[in-house]
């Protein structure tokens, strides 16, 4: 069964820092786009950055340019979002999903998802 586990949430203070974590099982993420959503609290779901298959090419969504860094260990099968300097806006639930059309930031490019971890950035 195809399956995606985010981790690495937790509640961190204005200008921390998290690494969020992606893991894919029964199938193989070298072959697919990877993408992490996030849906804050009474906001729309929101494309944050997205990852191609390679690795050769990354998407960021303009709040986090500069701040988050997408990447993947093809090797581990897991792909990873870096977040820095991270802001009360950055609060919410986090999902990974990944796809077959590389860095996208569209919801509807994704095939297969996760269930989500909540960062909250308070202090």
């Known amino acids: 069964q195809e399956q995606l586990v985010e981790s690495g949430g937790g509640l961190v203070q204005p200008g921390g820092s998290l690494t969020l974590s992606c893991a894919a099982s029964?199938?193989?993420?070298?072959?697919?786009?990877i993408g992490w959503f996030r849906r804050a609290p009474g906001k729309a779901r929101e494309g944050v950055s997205a990852?191609?298959?390679?690795?050769?090419?990354?998407n960021y969504v303009d709040s986090v340019k500069g701040r988050f860094t997408i990447f993947r260990d093809n090797a581990k099968n897991t792909a990873y979002l870096q977040m820095n300097a991270l802001t009360p806006d950055d609060t919410g639930v986090y999902y990974c999903?990944?796809?077959?059309?590389?860095?996208?930031?569209?919801?509807?490019?994704?095939?297969?998802w996760g269930q989500g971890t909540r960062v909250t950035v308070s202090s």
């Open positions: 999903a990944a796809g077959l059309y590389g860095s996208s930031l569209k919801p509807g490019s994704y095939d297969y």
């Open positions: 029964g199938f193989n993420l070298n072959s697919y786009a």
């Open positions: 990852i191609s298959d390679s690795g050769g090419s990354t």
